[in-house]
Structures are given as structure tokens and as C-alpha cells.
């Protein structure tokens, strides 16, 4: 398997082979190309530049996403199902499960996920839609307890009852209490609690229909798992793969097919080299190479 540095030699070597081609494209087609050929199915890549550019817009999960997805899906043969390779920091429920019901509406339950390296909060609800998880013993899974201007919804939850029980204990503290919870608006604390149980909702819905079929005890666990931030402490906690598989979650291990290992985590090196290299914040490509590219502004000259 070429690895970090052997990767972008081939891409420097293929530049100078082909100079009216970018040699980025190139190299990061074949391997996902690769991919698809190993597994016989159809592969797209949803990729985010977050980690490269944490600053730049458009790294996480939007309604233009969409449009990528049916560009990519476009043409494919639906019958030989989705092999989705996911790199994302999350980003909006309501993209999210527009995204996830697009994609059942064109393969039904036939969705597989394959984390290289990290899919977090809204990414690891989209790999929750699927019927199983691919992952290696480097990849991570994320919390998907909801977010409302950067805050744990329910840590905001939790400030409020205990403000509540320490009140009624010690009367005097409530100037303290005061001071605290005036930050939030008046309708923030209802805000908090309908994101938490829509996003437990449609997540409890798509393993059970799906991963789980119909194993209600065994989604509860997963969803109390992965939604409790009493559990995970932070949004940005990485979940390993022996912890995916304790709760219950459909894994198959990367390391057991060698060829696709090669392939998966080539294809991953040669995205982050695009990310680095580049202005683009997001990529959603398919095994034909055919691609939905956002860019972030260039830094202005000075």
C-alpha cells in the first residue's frame, strides 16, 4: 500500500508524466476506481476538507450536498448497491435526513459505510442509515447528541435542572443562577430538547429499519450510547471501533481484505493531499470520477 509520502511521489511523478492534467485528480481517481473494481460495487466519496482548512465554510453536511449526490449517483447502476466512504465533521440534522432519504430512495436498504478515519456527529448518523460499517482499527465514530450555536443541547438541559435544584436547596443562589442562565433565550431550552428528540428519532428509525432490523432493545443501547452526553462528555470524543462493536453496531473489520485496505486508505491519503493542496473544502466523487467540488475563497493577496 503506498503510503502518506509515497502517494504524493506518485502524484509529483504523474504530474510531470501529464503536465496538461492535474496529477491530484489523477492519482485520487484511480485508487478510488480501485475501490469500486475490488467490491464490485458502487463507490462514492464524501469527503471534508475540515481538518486542513477548520476555518474555511462549507466543510460540514448542507443542502448543497444533495446535488452532489445526485450528480454522482447519476447514471450508476442501482442495482449493485452504494459503498459510501465517509470523511465529515457533521454539520445540520435537517440536510442530514434529507440526505440519508435521498440516498434510501435510490438504493434502499443497500448501503454500506466505510470510515477511513473519522465521521463525526451528523456523518455518524448517515453511517447509523446504512447496513453495515466499515472500519479499521485507526477509525473513529463521533457523539451524535445535538449541537445549537456550538452548545451541547443537552448539557444546556442539564445547567438548567441542576440551576433548578439548587435554587430550591439554597434560595440565595439564584442571582448566581441568574447571571448564568441569561444567556440563553427564552426559547432555547424547548429548542434544545425537540433537536435532541428528532435527531434520537429519525436515528432509532434508520437502525432499526436497517442495521438492527428490528431490534428495538439493541437500538435503544446504541442510540443511548452515542446520544448521552453524560456518557461522552464532548461532542468532539472519537468512538473507536471496539466501542462501535460493544454497543452493538454492524462492523466489519478494514484489515480483514488486505486489497481493499490498500485501496480504501490510499484512495483516503490521495483526498487529504487534495485538501492540502488546494482550495477545495469538499469533494462528493464517484468510482467514475465524477465529482461535486466546493472551494473555499482564495486568502486575499497582500
Given amino acids: 500500500m503506498p503510503n502518506w509520502n509515497e502517494v504524493i511521489v506518485e502524484i509529483q511523478q504523474e504530474q510531470i508524466k501529464n503536465p496538461d492534467v492535474n496529477?491530484?485528480?489523477?492519482?485520487?481517481?484511480?485508487?478510488?476506481?480501485?475501490?469500486?473494481?475490488?467490491t464490485g460495487r458502487n463507490t462514492i466519496a464524501y469527503y471534508s476538507g475540515w481538518l486542513q482548512k477548520p476555518q474555511a465554510p462549507g466543510t460540514a453536511v448542507g443542502d448543497k450536498d444533495k446535488s452532489g449526490f445526485?450528480?454522482?449517483?447519476?447514471?450508476?447502476?442501482r442495482s449493485q448497491g452504494l459503498d459510501l466512504i465517509l470523511h465529515t465533521p457533521g454539520g445540520d440534522i435537517a440536510a442530514t435526513e434529507s440526505l440519508v432519504d435521498y440516498l434510501y430512495s435510490m438504493y434502499g436498504k443497500d448501503i454500506?459505510?466505510?470510515?477511513?478515519?473519522?465521521?463525526?456527529?451528523?456523518g455518524t448518523m448517515i453511517a447509523f442509515a446504512s447496513k453495515e460499517i466499515v472500519m479499521g482499527?485507526?477509525?473513529?465514530l463521533g457523539p451524535i447528541d445535538p449541537q445549537m450555536g456550538g452548545l451541547a443541547c443537552q448539557a444546556?438541559?442539564?445547567e438548567f435542572e441542576q440551576a433548578k435544584a439548587d435554587i430550591k436547596q439554597n434560595p440565595h443562589s439564584a442571582s448566581l443562577w441568574q447571571v448564568i442562565i441569561s444567556k440563553y433565550h427564552p426559547t432555547f431550552l424547548g429548542a434544545c430538547q425537540q433537536a435532541?428528540?428528532?435527531?434520537?428519532?429519525?436515528?432509532?428509525?434508520?437502525?432499526?429499519?436497517n442495521m438492527c432490523a428490528g431490534d428495538k432493545v439493541k437500538v435503544k443501547n446504541i442510540v443511548d450510547t452515542f446520544s448521552n452526553h453524560n456518557i461522552q462528555k464532548s461532542h468532539a470524543r472519537h468512538i473507536s471501533k471496539k466501542e462501535c462493536i460493544d454497543v452493538g453496531l454492524v462492523i466489519s473489520d478494514l484489515e480483514d481484505n488486505q486489497e481493499l485496505q490498500d485501496a480504501v486508505l490510499t484512495t483516503h491519503h490521495a483526498f487529504m493531499h487534495t485538501f492540502s493542496n488546494t482550495h477545495c473544502v469538499k469533494i462528493i466523487e464517484n468510482h467514475n470520477g465524477v465529482a461535486y467540488i466546493e472551494q473555499a475563497a482564495p486568502p486575499p493577496i497582500k
Fill in 23 to 38: 496529477a491530484l485528480d489523477t492519482v485520487r481517481r484511480k485508487y478510488l476506481k480501485k475501490v469500486s473494481d475490488i
Fill in 156 to 158: 444546556v438541559l442539564n
Fill in 112 to 122: 454500506r459505510v466505510i470510515v477511513p478515519q473519522i465521521s463525526m456527529s451528523a
Fill in 70 to 77: 445526485m450528480l454522482g449517483i447519476n447514471k450508476l447502476d
Fill in 196 to 209: 435532541i428528540e428528532w435527531s434520537e428519532k429519525m436515528v432509532f428509525e434508520w437502525l432499526e429499519n
Fill in 137 to 140: 482499527k485507526h477509525s473513529n
